[in-house]
């Protein structure tokens, strides 16, 4: 593989800032200083050091982050701590952006990931990847929210639904359910609760597809997909 493209990969910047960055002489192959961007590596074999610092090959990177309350899904905001502001600074140069959304109020399971065909994957309507969640209920779900849900509920806009999958974990005053969809319109699960008179108090995202939230993850916290996670995704 060319030099240059090992470090625009690995997220060094674009090819014409990996240019730069070698011609400064901070990039060595295997102990030596090397400046020429068309230069050949095997990424197998050969020990890549920025500033001395050893570089992992990664073509793409895809994090799981548990995402805590009041921050929100961006990559950068003026106003508010953004899902980019939870990782660590050896992150920055990876260029990472969200998968989707959640709300600023919405806690659990993020995609991060610099791969846009894979977040194109994942998002596209035509694929109906299914998302569940947990929330906490103002009111009694019952019944007859459940059959609602099974075919769909009319939004505030007109907009209606695809059937959905509620699930009463607890009824009473308060109810705990388990809710699965295969869409993401705006504050979706909160507007389908709204159109049945209920209000939604605390909201979690618990799956994507087949990919569960890492219940060992602390909100805030992350780790990088594993290859079978990934694959479940294939």
Request: glycine share 8%.
């Amino acid at each position: 593989m060319r030099l240059d493209k090992f470090l625009a990969d690995s997220g060094y910047g674009s090819r014409k800032e990996v240019k730069k960055l070698l011609k400064s002489g901070l990039v060595s192959v295997d102990d030596g200083v090397v400046k020429e961007a068309k230069s050949q590596i095997d990424v197998e074999k050969q020990k890549v050091t920025v500033s001395g610092d050893v570089i992992e090959y990664q073509a793409e990177v895809y994090l799981m982050l548990n995402k805590p309350q009041g921050v929100i899904s961006a990559t950068e905001d003026t106003m508010h701590k953004t899902v980019i502001d939870l990782l660590h600074s050896d992150w920055e140069r990876f260029k990472l952006f969200p998968v989707g959304r959640l709300d600023k109020d919405t806690e659990g399971l993020l995609l991060l990931t610099t791969d846009g065909a894979f977040s194109h994957q994942l998002m596209s309507p035509r694929r109906h990847v299914s998302k569940v969640y947990e929330a906490d209920v103002d009111g009694e779900v019952t019944k007859e929210d459940v059959d609602a849900f099974s075919v769909g509920v009319r939004l505030d806009d007109g907009y209606m639904t695809k059937p959905a999958e509620l699930v009463i974990k607890e009824a009473g005053t308060t109810s705990k359910i388990e809710l699965t969809i295969t869409e993401g319109k705006f504050h979706q699960v909160k507007r389908m609760f709204k159109a049945r008179g209920k209000t939604v108090l605390t909201l979690k995202r618990r799956a994507i597809g087949k990919l569960e939230l890492d219940p060992s993850l602390a909100p805030g916290s992350y780790r990088q997909l594993t290859e079978e996670e990934y694959k479940l995704f294939q």
